[in-house]
């Protein structure tokens, strides 16, 4: 197998990194590292009950341009002081790395579980970001797709343990996969390309009327549960918080703010909390995030565009996309044909210049849906030139919270009617049936 292109003569490779492989014994972590370095016998490798590696060995090349060594280990058990140990020497390294915890696609049984945890102990809390998942024996999957063989039992142990890593995970054929698969699992880690560089950031803000999914939104981006939601109208969240994940190698965070109403924050808490994200999402967001749910579009909805207007400033729309949630609710329908034909839907997302997603966030999972997200906030932030949404307002952390009241006594009369608008029974009435 070609490991991809190498430096030329005198030019020495690009900085590298490591990858350290983990698990079970049998699971074929060992064929995982021949795979990753291009080369069918780096590291002993055959079917058997009893472990084919028994001491840590370390291998080095030269793959994709990037210097990558690759540490093979014991099975866990048994082993674990040993290579907690060796994760050690490498956390106190300035060397960029990646763990990756191997599991085998077969029946996933408790055995494969407690390996997982075990293995995880070894890493630590400080190092979960850098860790994926990696299934093995992709040929065993007859083309079903890994989402469907990790949804096929959802009560069973498996799904809880994918949640846990946040999605992220990666499958490899190692009899004869070839090295795109290799290229695929470090793109989606942030390992071919930020080698030498932090992750890129992501920085979302979250704004809804109660009921929308926007907590339920959160927790899909992230890959997990890290905001209390629930399907009902009453708004869940009562502050504005945040949370981060390594998500499609960038490290995103996600900040949920209150439903925009008045029944469950006075006015001047509720407009503290609104004004607060910004400060959750320092130096500034990347992208707010309208979320509206599909079949229940109301004009109170309609009005957010507006209330962001006003709160952050005539940038800030530059910065906005709408997010449709329930995209269940569509059977069948395209999104586009449900925009267009409804003015005022089709005005929301023609004000944020035509950006709009949808999520099923019954379908965690699924995450096309997050890549197309991330791929509307690219294409927004390359429109900015490259730059995140500020105003000097926000520019002094150490002046934000007088800053905020003084903002709050021009805008308070205009915040108060806007919230009695929003909750105006007229008003909602007239475009309950929107979408």
């Not at 060594?69 to 050690?88: A, H, L, N, R, Y």
């Not at 959802?154 to 290229?183: C, I, K, M, S, T």
Request: charged letters at 25%.
């Amino acid at each position: 197998m070609d490991p991809g292109p190498r430096p030329g003569p005198g030019l020495g490779p690009c900085p590298g990194f490591t990858i350290v492989l983990l698990g079970n014994t049998g699971v074929g972590k060992s064929a995982s590292g021949n795979t990753i370095l291009g080369r069918p016998a780096v590291f002993e490798s055959k079917k058997s009950f009893k472990s084919v590696t028994t001491e840590i060995s370390k291998q080095t090349d030269t793959v994709f341009g990037k210097q990558i060594t690759v540490i093979d280990t014991p099975g866990i058990f048994g082993s674990e002081w040993k290579i907690q140990t060796q994760c050690e020497e490498l956390r106190q390294s300035s060397r960029p790395h990646l763990f990756l915890v191997v599991v085998k696609i077969d029946r996933f049984t408790i055995e494969q579980k407690n390996a997982v945890d075990a293995a995880l102990r070894v890493i630590g809390d400080d190092e979960f970001n850098n860790c994926y998942l990696l299934f093995t024996g992709g040929d065993d999957l007859n083309n079903m797709s890994l989402d469907d063989f990790i949804n096929d039992d959802p009560e069973g142990p498996l799904r809880p343990v994918v949640e846990r890593f946040a999605w992220r995970y990666h499958v490899f054929n190692n009899d004869n996969g070839g090295q795109e698969q290799v290229r695929e699992l470090l793109k989606k880690s942030g390992s071919l390309t930020n080698v030498d560089r932090p992750r890129e950031e992501r920085r979302i803000v979250l704004l809804s009327r109660p009921g929308a999914g926007k907590s339920s939104s959160g927790n899909t981006i992230l890959g997990s549960e890290r905001f209390k939601s629930k399907a009902d109208f009453n708004s869940v969240s009562a502050e504005t918080v945040s949370d981060s994940a390594v998500v499609e190698g960038r490290q995103v965070t996600v900040v949920d703010t209150p439903g925009i109403t008045d029944e469950v924050l006075s006015p001047k808490k509720l407009f503290y909390e609104i004004m607060k994200s910004v400060v959750e999402a320092s130096p500034g967001p990347h992208a707010f995030i309208i979320v509206v749910r599909i079949g229940r579009i109301t004009g109170a909805d309609i009005s957010l565009f507006e209330m962001l207007q006003k709160l952050f400033g005539k940038d800030a729309p530059k910065y906005t996309t709408v997010l449709f949630t329930y995209g269940d609710e569509l059977k069948g329908e395209s999104i586009e044909g449900l925009i267009n034909a409804h003015k005022r839907v089709s005005d929301l997302v023609s004000m944020c210049d035509g950006r709009f997603c949808v999520f099923d966030n019954t379908k965690r999972g699924n995450r096309v849906q997050v890549r197309d997200l991330l791929a509307k906030i690219d294409q927004m932030l390359t429109a900015n030139g490259g730059e995140h949404y500020t105003s000097q307002m926000f520019r002094d952390i150490q002046t934000f919270p007088m800053n905020i009241y003084l903002w709050w006594d021009e805008v308070c009369e205009w915040f108060r009617q806007f919230l009695k608008t929003m909750e105006n029974p007229e008003h909602v009435r007239l475009l309950e049936t929107v979408i």
